[in-house]
Nanobody, 123 residues
C-alpha cells in the first residue's frame, strides 16, 4: 500500500502561481511513476502531468505544457506541481496518484490516489 497526501491548494488570481505537494508513505519502494490529475465540477478526471520516479522523465497534457512543471524529491518521497500563469479554467480538485509501472496518462492505470486539494483561479 502507498498513502498519498496532497497539500498546497488554494485561491489565486489569474496569472498567479501555486505549488502543490504530494507526500508518499508506505511501500514507496514500489513506486514507478507518479502523476497529477484534476477534476472540475461536472467533468471527468483529466491527466495533468506525470513523472518517472527514478529516471525523472516527465510528460504533460497539452493544456498545461509550458506553464506547469512536475518534479520529485526522492529523499522526501514527495512530488511537486509548480503551476504558473494560472487561468480560471485550471480551477479543479487536483489529485496525486502513483503506480508501480512506468509513465501513464490514463487514470485507471494508477492504483493509489490522494484525497485531492482544491485549486481555484479567479478571473
Amino acid at each position: 500500500q502507498v498513502q498519498l497526501v496532497e497539500s498546497g491548494g488554494g485561491l489565486v488570481q489569474a496569472g498567479g502561481s501555486l505549488r502543490l505537494s504530494c507526500a508518499a508513505s508506505g511501500r514507496t519502494f514500489s513506486i514507478g511513476a507518479m502523476a497529477w490529475f484534476r477534476q472540475a465540477p461536472g467533468k471527468e478526471r483529466d491527466f495533468v502531468a506525470t513523472i518517472l520516479w527514478r529516471g525523472g522523465n516527465t510528460y504533460y497534457a497539452d493544456s498545461v505544457k509550458g506553464r506547469f512543471t512536475i518534479s520529485r524529491d526522492n529523499a522526501k518521497n514527495t512530488v511537486y506541481l509548480q503551476m504558473n500563469s494560472l487561468k480560471p479554467e485550471d480551477t479543479a480538485v487536483y489529485y496525486c496518484a502513483s503506480r508501480g509501472g512506468g509513465i501513464a496518462t490514463l487514470s485507471y492505470a494508477y492504483g493509489y490516489w490522494g484525497q485531492g486539494t482544491q485549486v481555484t483561479v479567479s478571473s
